[in-house]
């Protein structure tokens, strides 16, 4: 399963870096939005049971997926994408996962066991040793 988030990512991130930059970013954003909402639907409908009740609780938790998780880091992403390669973009978007441990720590007050920090550690130097190796080849 990671491998194939792994590969959907890569093809994500290749994809947006061949239009971002011919089309208009807020169309291209919509397109992965629809794009994203259909098939969430359809591994819904397969995956999960319907809610027996839809209260306002519910309601404000999706409204929060939609438009923040969802549509606004699709259009600061397609965003981004003009401004950099796809090689870049790649290295930031190691970084998720390293931002999300240390929010984590600070607002949810996680415990990190020792394999998320070595993890945390590796990807953050593999970012310095690709970054260097760019340097040096240029």
Known sequence: ????GSVC???GIVTVDLYA???DGKLLAGMQFVATFFISIMFALLFE???ATIDSRL???FGYLIIFATLFAQLLFTYGMKYVSSEKAGMIFLLESVSAMVLGIFFLKETVYLVQA???VLIIMAIVIQDRA???NN
Do not use: H
Not at 1 to 4: A, E, S
């Open 21 to 23: 930059r011919e089309m």
């Open 134 to 136: 760019e340097k040096q």
């Open 49 to 51: 049971d319907v809610p």
């Open 59 to 61: 309601v404000i938790e």
């Open 118 to 120: 070595a993890g945390s």
């Open 1 to 4: 399963l990671t491998l194939i």
């Open 9 to 11: 990512y890569a093809g």
